[in-house]
């Protein structure tokens, strides 16, 4: 077992059923998990998967859905998304996979980044 199906697993069990997302190298084990487990929902751009997801678990009652996307620019794109969801207050789930271990420096200095970015918006919102 993969821990990409183990994680499939735990989500299934916490009650979500589907998941939205735009497909990328880094997730691709990740999705073929979910995909066993979860109704699979292809979007074309992050932010369609990010508000998908949210309103889904606004209006589908106690059925959940999480938005999936890549590493780097699929993660600033979802941006819009998060904001939305924040002013509304919006229930949501987004995963951001980034697998390969010698880009650990770059996954701290993309959070660091992407940590600065959220300090800028929560100061402006």
Known sequence: MKYSDQMAEWLKDLGYDTFYFVGGGNIMHLTESLD??????PVIHEVAAVIAA????????SAKALALVTAGPGI??????????YLESLMYLLLEVKLKRMT???????????????GLLSANL
């Open 36 to 41: 066993r487990h979860l109704n699979a929902i």
């Open 54 to 61: 949210e309103y889904h678990n606004h209006l589908a009652g």
């Open 76 to 85: 600033t794109n979802t941006i819009t998304g998060l904001a939305g969801a």
């Open 104 to 118: 650990c420096l770059g996954v701290i200095r993309d959070r660091m980044a992407f940590k600065r970015l959220m």
